[in-house]
């Protein structure tokens, strides 16, 4: 089982939210499936206003590996999540978004040596709101054996590949000892539909046992 503890951040004109801290849990059933479950408290505060805390939304998951990279030249997995409100105030509060999201992203993934490349690309499906896709990469380059560095771009928009939004992210993956793994990231949305720009970012330790 991994547990990894978050503190998150999103800060955007007139508004900012924290994360604090988020908690995610995953656990492996045998080589190939992973089951994931994340939630967080969340702080938001806009300009001219109080501060707004809350639960906000949670994520159940399951990724399947079906192929390895060991046996197919590369690894290939789905990753299905339904991300829910537990308590349906925290959209009307500004805490999460509304309504119930369906995600089906399919993963590849491969490895060069030290350098190693992730591909995602998948539908989000809303019970509020329309419909999008989502897709990105990821890069990561391993320094040592316990400190790797790590680039993404990420998009998301309209199913007819418009109104999108696209966010570089870029971090640092470091291994205290054999149960402890330090995370950081650090990103900006370069492009969104109504010119507002996000940082974001986090601060993780994964606890493995």
Do not use: C
């Amino acid at each position: 089982m991994i547990r990894e503890r978050l503190f998150a951040f999103e800060h955007r004109s007139g508004e900012r939210s924290y994360d604090v801290p988020a908690l995610d849990l995953n656990y492996g059933v045998g080589e190939h499936i992973q089951l994931t479950l994340q939630t967080a408290p969340v702080v938001s505060k806009q300009d001219g206003r109080g501060a707004v805390g809350g639960l906000g939304g949670t994520e159940a998951a399951v990724k399947w590996r079906f192929l390895d990279e060991e046996s197919g030249h590369v690894d290939m997995s789905m990753f299905p999540r339904i991300i829910f409100n537990i308590a349906e105030s925290s959209a009307r509060r500004g805490l999460s978004e509304d309504g119930t999201r369906f995600q089906i992203p399919f993963q590849v993934a491969k490895s060069f040596g030290r350098f190693h490349a992730d591909a995602e690309f998948g539908p989000l499906v809303s019970t509020v709101g329309r419909s999008e896709w989502l897709y990105g990469v990821v890069g990561g380059f391993d320094l040592t054996k316990k400190t790797g560095l790590m680039a993404e771009l990420h998009v998301n928009g309209r199913t007819n590949f418009t109104e999108q939004t696209v966010t570089m992210n870029f971090g640092t993956r470091h291994e205290l000892d054999k149960t402890h793994i330090l995370i950081v990231s650090l990103g900006h949305e370069v492009h969104s539909p109504d010119d507002s720009l996000a940082l974001i970012g986090y601060f993780g330790m994964q606890l493995l046992f």
